[in-house]
């Protein structure tokens, strides 16, 4: 199936409109074939990582004299969403890496500029650990230590969801440096290879979607950081982390769009093909709507989403408000196609001999991560306010 094919955003650049036909034929032709195999065995080949590395893909936010590309926050959305269509967990393998080279870069210095070169080596695989089991929409509040010694740190604590867990060789950690009450502006971010001493991978969830994606939680146990392996200022990185959100919930709303177009793709092809009552399921009107309303939600949600990205892009001060619109729309609307792709198919939308039902098993997570939807609308209804005194002055 080669699959509809949506002409937004309308005003890629020539150079964007390459890209996405390059990582549009690779996922196509060398991930989509393994997507069900992916789920079932609850692992991604080692050999299609190392070919996304070789892509480039690792190293789109990287800047170019550390051997990256530098690539725009909407050239970045291109290759998500493109591997996000033949499956989510090739964009979650990538992704990380993505928003840990925003950290780096947000945060400069010594340690930053050698991990940057790093993440840009074909293969190398990252993971951003900040939520933990009792910190998660409140994320400042979390209570791995991070206590002073002699030339660098000792890190304890338990991290919880961390995206790569399982196979990442460099973890950005999220630990106190201050005290709780200090809550924000008491973290600090530190560089841990997945081989130190006292880092354990504890558990990898068991997870409804997404199961190619390993989730661990991870066990920080006297694990010694050397100053080198700091990033940025002390009791900065909180506020690294979540500039880095506002670039990648963008990110996160066209892996959840890529899954909605595959679904919806799918959706069509059998359509014209399923026949009931003497002709094709997609010549009644019930289904025309139920499609239509399909497409009138993922082309809105495509184009905010895209809207988004460029805004991130100039540096806009409505990037935030429109990166929480753009995570939350989206996502949403991917969570309602991908259900209605399986009403399409009726019984055979329900059992694994079609991609639908995995498709809406991997996208419910987008509604969850990054921000739950809860958390971006108390984003967007906080901006609401300070712009409603500002009318009034108040
Ligand atoms: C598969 C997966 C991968 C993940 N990957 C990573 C990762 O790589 N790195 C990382 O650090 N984290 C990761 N996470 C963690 C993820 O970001 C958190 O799960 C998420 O932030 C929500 O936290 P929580 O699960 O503790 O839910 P809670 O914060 O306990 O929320 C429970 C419910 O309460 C609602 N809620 C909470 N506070 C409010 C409020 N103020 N107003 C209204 N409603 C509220 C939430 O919206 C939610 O519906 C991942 C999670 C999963 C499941």
Not at 270 to 297: C, H, V
Request: charge should be negative; charged fraction near 20%.
């Amino acid at each position: 199936m080669t699959g509809f094919s949506s002409s937004l955003p309308t005003w890629l650049d020539d150079e964007q409109r390459v890209f996405r036909e390059t990582v549009r034929t690779f996922a196509r032709r060398e991930i989509q074939p393994l997507a069900a195999e992916i789920d079932r065995t609850e692992t991604f080949p080692r050999s299609v990582i190392d070919k996304m590395g070789q892509l480039g893909l690792f190293s789109l936010a990287i800047p170019e004299e550390f051997g990256g590309t530098d690539a725009s926050v909407v050239t970045q959305c291109i290759a998500l969403e493109e591997l996000a269509y033949a499956t989510p967990v090739a964009s979650l393998i990538v992704s990380p890496s993505l928003v840990m080279s925003l950290v780096l870069r947000y945060a400069g210095g010594e340690p930053s500029a050698r991990c940057l070169k790093r993440l840009g080596d074909p293969g190398v695989v990252a993971a951003v650990a900040l939520s933990e089991p009792g910190a998660g929409s409140d994320s400042a509040s979390i209570s791995t230590r991070a206590e002073r010694v002699a030339g660098g740190y000792i890190l304890n604590g338990r991290k919880q969801w961390v995206t790569n867990g399982g196979i990442a060789d460099v973890f950005c950690i999220f630990a106190r440096t201050g005290s709780t009450e200090d809550r924000a502006h008491g973290i600090t971010a530190f560089l841990v290879d997945s081989g130190a001493v006292g880092f354990t991978v504890a558990k990898l969830e068991n997870k409804m979607g997404l199961r190619g994606s390993t989730t661990a939680e991870c066990v920080l146990e006297q694990v010694y950081v050397s100053d080198e392996n700091v990033v940025g200022e002390v009791g900065k990185g909180f506020g690294y982390v979540m500039r880095a959100f506002d670039v990648t919930r963008p990110m996160m709303a066209v892996v959840a769009l890529g899954i909605a177009q595959a679904a919806l793709d799918a959706a069509l092809v059998y359509s014209t093909e399923r026949e009931q009552f003497g002709k094709p399921i997609g010549e009644f009107q019930g289904m025309q709507f139920l499609l239509a309303d399909m497409a009138i939600g993922l082309e809105s949600a495509r184009a905010i989403t895209y809207e988004a990205a460029r805004l991130a892009d100039l540096d806009s001060p409505d990037t935030t408000f429109f990166a929480s619109i753009s995570k939350s729309y989206a996502t949403d609307v991917a969570m309602s196609v991908t259900t209605d792709a399986v009403q399409v198919f009726g019984g055979y939308g329900y059992v694994n001999d079609f991609p639908v039902e995995r498709m809406m098993r991997d996208a419910k997570i987008f509604q969850i991560f990054e921000g739950t939807n809860q958390i971006q609308r108390m984003i967007i209804g906080r901006q609401l306010g300070r712009w409603a005194r500002e009318v009034n002055g108040s």
